[in-house]
């Protein structure tokens, strides 16, 4: 069981948006940047937004994060096949002392 | 464009142990902390630890606090994990990747398979 819940899996078609939730505590996501991850099939974990909101060189600005409270989103307008990944939240927990990650959302994109 | 390499693929009898290393260069490694997620077949990401460089400060998730090491050796800019203790449910990818002092991880190596079987 993930200290931080996200919905298990998601689906949309090609150019709609969608939005993946990341909920938690006061002891991590209410006291902490949150951070997000793109694991494309058969490959590594790449950093998607962190800061809650900030974007990588390289990502593009169809993705975009948010903080409030408890809770974080990420937002991916436009989407594309390219898109369909697993998507990780994660911060960092005070009362663990350690990171912790969502459980993931797998988005698929007929 | 930071790369972190890590060791290949092992394969361990249930009951031993295992070692992953994870290579950068000295500006990569320099004034960042390099942690361990693992990740078994079809599951989410799972974080173990990670570690200080130059401090040798080390943290771990509780689950892990016994069987785990992680270490950093600055001279060869490697940050290493030891999983002993082997069981089947250790069965994973073992990914590095670099923190930064926003506690995200920016930069992740390409990963390591450890099947443990008998």
């Known amino acids: ?110 | 464009q930071v790369q972190l390499v890590q060791s290949g693929a092992e394969v361990k009898r249930p009951g031993s142990s295992v070692r992953v290393s994870c290579k950068t260069s000295r500006d990569a490694f320099t004034r960042h902390t390099f942690h361990w997620v693992r990740q078994a077949p079809g599951r989410g990401l799972e974080y173990m630890g990670g570690v200080v460089p130059g401090y040798g400060k080390t943290s771990y998730a509780q689950k892990f606090q016994d069987t785990v090491t992680i270490t950093a050796d600055d001279s060869a800019t490697t940050a290493y994990l030891e999983v002993k203790w082997l069981t089947s449910d250790d069965t994973a990818m073992y990914y590095c990747a670099r923190g930064t002092f926003s506690n995200y991880f920016d930069s992740w190596g390409q990963g390591t398979l450890v099947t443990v079987s008998s």
């Open chain 1, 1 to 110: 069981q993930s200290v931080l819940t996200q919905p298990p899996s998601l689906s949309a078609t090609p150019g709609q948006n969608v939005t993946i939730s990341c909920s938690g505590s006061g002891s991590n996501i209410g006291d902490h940047y949150v951070s997000w991850y793109q694991q494309l099939p058969g490959t590594a974990p790449k950093l998607l937004i962190y800061d809650n909101h900030e974007r990588p060189s390289g990502i593009p600005d169809r993705f975009s994060g948010s903080k409030s409270g408890t809770s974080a989103t990420l937002d991916i307008t436009g989407l594309r096949t390219g898109d369909e990944a697993d998507y990780y939240c994660a911060t960092f927990d005070s009362s663990l002392s350690v990171g912790v990650f969502g459980g993931g959302t797998k988005l698929t994109v007929l």
